[in-house]
């Protein structure tokens, strides 16, 4: 009985010895695994502090001098690595003077970080260096550590003053540039306005010669026609014609010149009263050709030079009239369509129609497509384009050959 007991004792004595053991054997792996985790941190710190791309300086917050410097800080600032050792941050000209170096630090106490931009920098050779610096407070291995993170952005500020000055530079080119445009562009429309005056000038001397021309062949055939032959008539007659035309295509030049150079100010303006108007100019033709025509009232209001627009009006209705097969009998449609802020006002007819790929050039001065079937000048669509281009509006055409046209403008709702 006392042989069990001493047994049972020995057993539990060992068991507890053998928990302690155990206890102790795991502190001890702990605290292996811990260190070897700490020297693994400590390798890549080291690693990341050895290759950073930026430059790393470690102080003492108590002794306010560098404990270490990564070899990037090394070739920025062009000391040794034992030269930087122990010197405050004022001493390797990072900042002003050993005041700011200690209100920085002050700063960083308080806040536990601080940061500065564009903070000059001088090398060991007197280089400047424009840097930007970040420090913060953090504990190593339980004590205080001070980490001043410095970018190097000289470079980054060359490229920008650079850029800034390109901008000024582009900024004073095209300032210049814009002025020569605008002399240029008002010497051309000076150029212009005397070509147009000039072409109303030769135009109105020129119409003196020609009544006389056409006044002497029409009284040539009236009171010698009987004792001329033929021939003889048939050229004094020729000239007369000529002379017709000529009148007509002076008048048109006049006319297109005028509407060039009056000056237009645009108000309200009535679409029935200048629709009105400008069938009035063409009542006779009208009547000679028993042409048919219909306006869709009501019409609106747009925002027009009055005179300029009868013009407009009245040419696209001469060419309604003057346009179409012999023997058929002309139908005009003249309607307004409101769009948002514009009128469109157009003029249809039953007429010859036009190519599309003529469609364009004919708003253009002395095109004619069609120069012996049918009179005309080949500028009434030109003074057209021009009335309603200075009425600040658009002007088009839908044509097909055969089946009619509709000249479109379009002008503001007034």
């Avoid at 009985?1 to 054997?25: D, E, F, L, N, P």
């Avoid at 550590?145 to 582009?170: F, S």
């Avoid at 048109?252 to 150079?261: E, N």
């Avoid at 948002?340 to 129609?353: K, L, P, Q, T």
Wanted: hydrophobic share 40%; proline share 3%; glycine share 6%.
């Amino acid at each position: 009985m006392k042989a069990r007991t001493a047994q049972r004792r020995y057993a539990h004595k060992r068991g507890i010895k053998s928990k302690r053991t155990r206890s102790v054997v795991l502190r001890t792996q702990a605290r292996r695994r811990a260190a070897a985790a700490l020297k693994r941190s400590e390798i890549r710190y080291r690693r990341l502090f050895e290759a950073a791309n930026e430059g790393i300086i470690l102080v003492d917050p108590d002794t306010q001098r560098i404990v270490d410097v990564n070899p990037f800080m090394v070739r920025l600032l062009g000391y040794a690595r034992e030269e930087l050792l122990g010197k405050q941050l004022w001493q390797i000209g990072l900042l002003k003077d050993e005041e700011a170096c200690k209100k920085a630090l002050r700063e960083l106490q308080e806040q536990g970080f601080i940061r500065y931009e564009d903070l000059p920098l001088q090398t060991k050779e007197g280089q400047h260096r424009e840097v930007d610096f970040v420090s913060n407070v953090y504990r190593e291995n339980g004590h205080r550590i001070i980490q001043c993170d410095i970018r190097d952005i000289t470079e980054r500020e060359r490229t920008e003053k650079a850029l800034r000055e390109a901008q000024a530079e582009l900024a004073c080119y095209a300032g210049g540039l814009e002025k020569q445009v605008a002399a240029r562009t008002a010497e051309l429309e000076a150029s212009a306005k005397q070509l147009e005056t000039f072409v109303y000038s030769i135009a109105h001397d020129l119409r003196g010669p020609l009544r006389a021309m056409q006044g002497f062949s029409q009284m040539l055939v009236q009171r010698y026609g009987p004792v001329m032959n033929e021939i003889g008539r048939e050229y004094a007659e020729r000239i007369s014609d000529s002379a017709q035309f000529m009148d007509r295509l002076i008048v048109d030049l006049l006319d297109f010149s005028r509407i060039s150079q009056q000056a237009i100010d645009l108000g309200p303006v009535n679409l029935e009263t200048a629709v009105n108007s400008a069938l009035s100019r063409h009542e006779n033709e009208i009547q000679e050709k028993n042409a048919h025509v219909e306006v869709f009232s009501p019409l609106a209001t747009v925002l027009a030079h009055e005179p300029t627009l009868g013009q407009v009006l009245a040419n696209l209705i001469s060419n309604a009239l003057k346009f179409v097969d012999p023997g058929l009998q002309p139908h005009i449609r003249i309607r307004a369509e409101e769009r948002a802020a514009i009128v469109r006002i157009s003029v249809e007819d039953n007429g010859i129609g036009i190519p599309v790929e003529q469609q364009e050039r004919i708003f253009q001065v002395f095109q004619r497509l069609h120069t012996t079937t049918y009179p005309g000048t080949g500028i009434g669509l030109a003074i057209v384009h021009k009335g309603v281009e200075r009425m600040k509006g658009r002007v088009g055409v839908e044509s097909t050959p055969g089946q009619g046209s509709r000249f479109w403008i379009e002008l503001a709702k007034a």
